[in-house]
C-alpha cells in the first residue's frame, strides 16, 4: 500500500484497502468486517476478489478448516476408591464415551476426495483438548466431570450435520451404557440395585464453517503469478487452522483469496 501511495501507478483496477477491528469476531460483536457487510459497506467490492490477509507463510491458502467447539459432562456415582463397586467412575466413562464418539466421527466423516485437490494438512478431525472435574481425594472415585475439545472439519461437510450426529452418539450411548467398554472386573456404568445409570450432556459453543477457495477465480491466479514472481515459487495450501468470517463472505457473494506473511510453525492459537 505504501508503495502504491509512493509511485502512483496507473492501474487497471480499482484497489481498496479495509482495516478491520475484532478480526476474530467473538469477544465484541457488531463492529468488525460482519457489520461492513451488513450495512452494505462492502457490496461494491463484489465485482473483484476480495483478498483476506491474515495466513501464513507467503503463500496462497485455498482452504481452511471449520470449527465446533464442544464439551461433554459425564455424570457417575461418587463414592470410597476402596469399595469401587457401589461407584460409577466419571473418568473411566468419560474416557471411553469420547472414545466411541471419535471413532463414529471418524466413519461418519472420512478424508474427503476434495482434500487431496485443495492439499489439505489433515483431514476432519474430532479430539479432547481439555479435562476437568470438581476435586477430590485420591481415594474417591469422581462422580462427574467435563470433557472438552473440538471438531475441524474440512469445508466439503456440513457443519449443521456434524453438530446432529454427535448428538446422536451420545444419545444412543446413553441409552446403551451398558454396552460401553469397561476397565476391570468391577468397572462398570450402570448401578441396578440402586436404579442408577451413568449419563452423558453434550453441548456446543458457537460453530462456523470452513472455506474453498474458487480456484478458478482471476483473483487465485493474479495471487500465483504474484507470489511466485516475489517468492520464486507458488505452492497453495490448506489447513484446518480456523479463519473465523470468510465463509460468510463468500456465501455473501465475494470472491475471496486468502494469503497472509507471518510464520506458520509460530502459530499456537
Not at 470433557?147 to 449443521?160: E, K, Q
Not at 516475489?230 to 483469496?257: A, H
Amino acid at each position: 500500500m505504501k508503495k502504491l501511495g509512493e509511485t502512483k501507478p496507473e492501474l487497471k483496477s480499482t484497489v481498496v484497502a479495509v482495516f478491520i477491528a475484532s478480526e476474530e469476531n467473538s469477544s465484541i460483536t457488531g463492529i468488525g468486517v460482519d457489520a461492513l457487510v451488513k450495512n452494505g459497506l462492502l457490496d461494491k467490492l463484489k465485482n473483484g476478489p476480495l483478498f483476506w490477509i491474515d495466513t501464513a507463510d507467503k503463500q496462497p491458502c485455498i482452504g481452511t478448516g471449520g470449527m465446533i467447539p464442544w464439551k461433554v459432562h459425564v455424570t457417575g456415582k461418587l463414592f470410597h476408591s476402596g469399595l469401587p463397586h457401589k461407584a460409577i467412575n466419571a473418568l473411566e466413562l468419560g474416557m471411553e464415551a469420547v472414545k466411541e464418539i471419535q471413532l463414529r466421527f471418524y466413519k461418519h466423516f472420512p478424508a474427503h476426495p476434495k482434500e487431496k485437490d485443495y492439499g489439505f494438512a489433515t483431514p476432519s478431525t474430532m479430539k479432547p483438548t481439555q479435562w476437568s472435574y470438581p476435586g477430590g481425594g485420591i481415594n474417591q472415585i469422581p462422580g462427574e466431570c467435563t470433557i472438552a475439545g473440538d471438531v475441524r472439519l474440512t469445508p466439503f461437510y456440513n457443519v449443521a450435520d456434524v453438530l446432529k450426529k454427535l448428538q446422536e452418539y451420545v444419545d444412543d450411548i446413553n441409552l446403551n451404557i451398558e454396552k460401553l467398554d469397561s476397565r476391570g472386573p468391577v468397572s462398570h456404568y450402570v448401578l441396578p440395585d440402586e436404579n442408577m445409570r451413568g449419563r452423558l450432556a453434550i453441548s456446543f459453543e458457537e460453530a462456523f464453517s470452513g472455506v474453498a477457495c474458487n480456484l478458478e477465480s482471476r483473483g487465485f491466479h493474479v495471487l500465483c503469478k504474484a507470489t511466485e514472481k516475489v517468492v520464486g515459487y507458488v505452492k497453495p495450501y490448506s489447513i484446518t487452522g480456523s479463519l473465523p468470517l470468510i465463509r460468510e463472505l463468500q456465501e455473501e457473494g465475494f470472491d475471496v483469496q486468502t494469503a497472509g506473511y507471518g510464520m506458520i510453525n509460530m502459530i499456537t492459537l
